[in-house]
């Protein structure tokens, strides 16, 4: 492995020439094998009553982004975990035959486990208005299902843990950090620290820079929701990060469209769910001199009606996963409202500001001064949440640059 490093080492140091990478990022995929559920009342139910994913649609909606990263051509696709809905072998095995086909277009693809991808409890089989466990996987089998989807690639991998390192080109690197796949999910292992800080030194002696990446957020992206959303021991990492000045740091995890910066100015990008409307992804340009990132929203309708599919909701599909977005938020907001006039004003107040946060656009979002006060006088977490989100300023959270 030093042999490696070294001619690594002297590769970098002799090449110069300008970047030029076009990376794709997805992460909550939340994909759920056709073979798990014949989309009966048990499901139909669940995913209504649940958080605003397209579930109804997860095949056509991955299958449709496959064919756009195809078109797309970029040098790699990064995707930050969550990869299946409760982590069921059958769906990742059905994904990994449709990465296959990314693979075998030339552009390789690179995975991380999310808090839902492994030993999970609840990955089930949908049948009727019941439903049945099915097997999950352990590291172990993520790691040899998706051999060829990272882990064949890479340079070097942590002994306790699914990351791992992998050049992108002759000067850049990308670091996989997995917090999941470990003893105490959630948390940075100080042997896989210790693992991080290494590669990050073997990088600095080759002159090459470095995207990180996790499926838990390297910062907390709201005032009120960061336990169990932004990794436990975060400011080790950050600090190991700060130390090697690494480009920019990807995650996911919130669903939310979103970006903090620490003190330092490094920026964690959380791109936000493919599953959840706006069902977008992230597209990450890198020259000689900069770096630049903006969101893409997977085109469904486009791609339905090049498969000749009549079904309305895939013809339409952008407004059908807003409105049902719209729906699950309005739902949630009515069950919290415990006294007004108009509950159904003030749910749908804030189904619309959640769907601009969500999808990054809270600039993009007016803010009704008298429906914010009439939150305020309710009670429970919801209105803490809308005033978390109004605090915050209004920013186009689908497009950063920075130089290098």
Known sequence: ??????????????????????????????YLAPSLTDHGAFFNQLIENSDGKTMAYSDELMDAFVDQVISRKPDALILSGDLTFNGEYESHEALVQKLNRINAAGIPVFVLPGNH??????????????YEHVSSVTGEEFAALYHAHGYDRAL????????????LSDRLWLLMIDVNAVTQPGSVPS??????????????????????VSHQNLLNHSSLISTGFTIDNAEALLALETEWPVLCHLSGHIH???????????CDIATSSLAVSPNQYGVLMLSSD??????????????????????????HFSDYASQFFRTTCIRQAL???????????????FAEINAAYFAGRMDACPIDAQMAARWR????????YIESILLETPKNACEWTSGM
């Open 1 to 30: 492995m030093k042999k490696l490093f070294l001619s690594l080492a002297l590769l970098c140091s002799m090449s110069f020439a300008a970047l030029g990478e076009t990376l794709i990022t997805a992460t909550d995929l939340h």
């Open 117 to 130: 991808d492994l030993n999970n409890r609840s990955a089930v089989r949908f049948e009727g208005d019941a």
């Open 156 to 167: 070097a991998k942590d002994e306790r843990s699914l990351s791992y390192v992998a050049a």
């Open 191 to 212: 042997e896989t620290l210790a693992w991080i800080a290494d590669q990050l030194e073997q990088a600095k002696r080759s002159g090459c820079r470095v995207i990180a």
């Open 256 to 266: 939310m469209q979103h970006m903090a910066k620490s003190a330092s100015g490094l």
């Open 290 to 315: 900069k770096a630049a990132y903006r969101t893409e929203p997977v085109d469904v309708s486009s791609w339905a009606a090049a498969q000749g599919l009549d079904d309305p909701q895939l013809l």
């Open 335 to 349: 069950q919290s409202i415990q006294k007004d006039d108009a509950p159904e004003q003030l749910a749908d107040f």
């Open 377 to 384: 006088q309710q009670t429970g977490f919801l209105p803490r």
